[in-house]
């Protein structure tokens, strides 16, 4: 088992930033990549970025250049930095882990609100 739990979120103005933390306790050995998915209401849950455990990266187009994956192997966690957020950011965002014998798992969820 993976436990996940996001944190970071919050309401933000047009153009701020926040850094989105997702810290990984459990069989964290099993895991290889992780990602940041997001759900706005009315929306499907979509994948805003992801990352291997070697460091290889993808973003959707919406955010290239605005947002960065990151993980730290040794503290167990996954950041997500966002810049020059838009309403459209606004979402709950989910923390994900793949494991190396095909489970997934999910975080609770954090509260992304960009409005002014």
């Known amino acids: 088992q993976v436990q996940l739990v996001e944190s970071g979120g919050g309401l933000v103005q047009p153009g701020g930033s926040l850094r989105l933390s997702c810290a990984a306790s459990g069989s964290i050995f099993k895991i290889n990549a992780m990602g940041w998915h997001r759900q706005a209401p009315g929306k499907q849950r979509e994948l805003v970025a992801a990352?291997?455990?070697?460091?290889?990266?993808n973003y959707v187009d919406s955010v290239k250049g605005r947002f960065t994956i990151s993980r730290d192997n040794a503290k167990n966690t996954m950041y997500l930095q966002m810049n020059s957020l838009k309403p459209d950011d606004t979402a709950v965002y989910f923390c994900?882990?793949?494991?190396?014998?095909?489970?997934?798992?999910w975080g609770q969820g954090t509260q992304v609100t960009v409005s002014s």
């Open positions: 994900n882990a793949d494991t190396f014998d095909s489970r997934a798992y």
């Open positions: 990352i291997t455990r070697g460091g290889f990266t």
